[in-house]
């Protein structure tokens, strides 16, 4: 069991050196010693869930569990978990199997009388899974003993999931003896002698080097052969440590109460040294760095019993002991008797920005007279301040005044320059919804009905020229006769809805009764699957050459309305002088398509073409918009504006026809 020529020498926590302890075994696993009486001791690894299977009863009667170093002659320190249990062992029900047997068995009787036993103890510390060790072993009696005492040590090394500062919780098995064990700190061993030779200790350590040329303070490592990873600077011992990621500080922020933490980020388990180089090199440029950094602010209030008081903060990057008093500022900041307060350590609080504040308050002081406060600061030739309380009121409600002088100004320029807009907006929120200020131009595809009628061709071109001078991008069918030859109807119309989905905008369609009867007969054709080949009634039948573009959309709006979508894109017209048309007799196809009378409803169809469809798939229009009083002033606007003339209309659709 035990192995001669390996002598450890243990070290209590308390870091008292003890005396070297027994031979032990070099395996971890057999640091285990048995008192005498029981022979053939082994440790082994066993679950939690594990059940002991013993020839004789064994109750554990004391359970003691305490931590050293274990220290192997000029090796590093390592953290052990000793555990001592008194145990009691029971051998009645050995001797009865003894007398059963009779003594015929020889092998069988050496067995009973030297019966095998074991102890199992677990530890744990925290949330983690118990770590159990079994111990094993054989008892050696006399037929006269029935009870037999005895103790077993066992030396856990570097026990799993046990880190310094841990709560550690021991209990043996079967009989339950529990206790709880507390390893000390890391700070508690690294602060004693053996610190050498324990890994844990050993932190780089951290020097600063005053550069006067570079106006800096530079901060090395101590060891050259090792540099530290992290530091992070504090005012105070006790202040709050914030990271530093530079090694070099400017001389202007060093103060005599900075210190340093340094750790190796690598291994965040071992402890960090600190280090407050500034504390005992008093310098005149360090001091003057305090004192420049003192700031003192004051304000009025009322305390409870409606006295006023006059409180003050004073701010600063170390603790300062020193007298904080008041004065009037038209008595030459005489101070005031009976008032001074004294500036000690405590009751200091450090802010979000590192600085040390502290408050007070001086009742029943005068605030008409102007208060100040006047600040000592221990070891400083002169006081600091007068620090005055002025009088805010009557500027805050000079700027007020000024601040809405300037907002009405604002406001009336804003309204001179975009008094256009104003109105455009003021007049879309009464038709339905706000027109966006600088919006692109939106583009309109105007179609004409298939009808062989001039009056109907210059209606069409002088609604297209009325929506073109409103600033409309119009694209009407009758101007663009080429190019609906060189394409086609259907590729056409397409290449304008491109268009309209780049630009945005509407494609309109001109309804009279000849177009309702196109819709009829379209819609009949395509519900009986028959292709229409063009109407052959004769060559004395004559066409409209918008005939196809007409149909051609009609195409386009069955597509559409399957999607959904139609009335994103459509928006249907009549003329007064078709007013015989009904919205409710409208052909299936054209359900749901908002319909505008022209020009008793111009000012309607502007708005939803400017506001951008924001009635889409209404199920038709709920309302009429604006209306002009003639017809005659429609057709006046749109004479009156020469740059969208409809030329030659009844010229090229003659050549046409």
Known sequence: ???????????????????????????????????QGLFDCIRKNVSPLSEAEN???????????????????RAQCVLCLVIDTEININLSKTMENEDHSGGDDEDYSEETRNPKASVTVCYKAGPTMPTCKKVEFTVNHTASNRDIQAKISMVITKP???????????????????????????????????????????????????????????????????SFSSVCVKYESNGRCQNLDRTTIPLYSVTHCMCFQVWDEKNEGLRRTESCPFINRPSEDIQRNLWQNVSVSVGQGQTNDYLSMLWWNLSAPCRLEGEV????????CREIKDFKQQLTNETWIQNRKGMWEKNGVFEDINLQLSPCVMVKVKGMAHDLGPFCFNNTDRWRWSLLVVGVMLLICLT????YLFHDFVKKWVWSWHHGGFVKIGRKQLHVVLLSPPDVDDGVSEAVCRLGSLLCNQGFSVLVDQWSRKEQCTLGPLPWLHSQLLELNSQGGRVVLVLTRKALEKVEEWSQQHKEGIKTKGEDKGLSQIVSPYSDVFTASLCIIQADKQLGRAGERFLLVKFDSHADIDRRELPELLQGLMLFQIPSETQALLT?????????????????????????????????????????????LRQSL
């Open 55 to 73: 020839d004789a009863d064994v109750d554990v009667q004391k359970l003691t569990a305490y931590f050293k170093f274990c220290c192997k002659d």
């Open 325 to 332: 008093w008041p004065c009037h500022k038209e008595s030459h």
């Open 160 to 226: 799993a999931g046990i880190t310094f500062s841990s709560h550690v919780r021991v209990y043996s098995k079967p009989s339950y003896r529990t206790q709880d064990v507390v390893v000390p700190s890391l700070n508690e061993v690294c602060s004693q002698e053996l610190q050498e030779r324990v890994e844990e200790c050993h932190v780089p350590e951290l020097r600063s080097v005053i550069n006067r040329k570079m106006n800096q303070v530079e901060l090395q490592s101590v060891d050259s052969n090792k």
């Open 1 to 35: 069991m035990f192995l001669p020529g390996w002598s450890v020498c243990c070290v209590l926590l308390t870091l008292r050196v003890s005396a070297c302890v027994s031979e032990i075994s070099e395996k971890d696993d057999h640091e285990v010693n048995c008192s």
């Open 608 to 652: 939803e073409l400017t506001v951008g469809g924001t009635r889409t798939g209404s199920g038709g229009k709920t309302w009429t918009g604006w209306k002009w009083s003639a017809s005659e002033r429609w057709r006046a606007k749109t004479k009156e504006e020469p740059h969208c003339k409809c030329v030659g209309v009844q010229k090229t």
């Open 412 to 415: 009336v320029l804003i309204f």
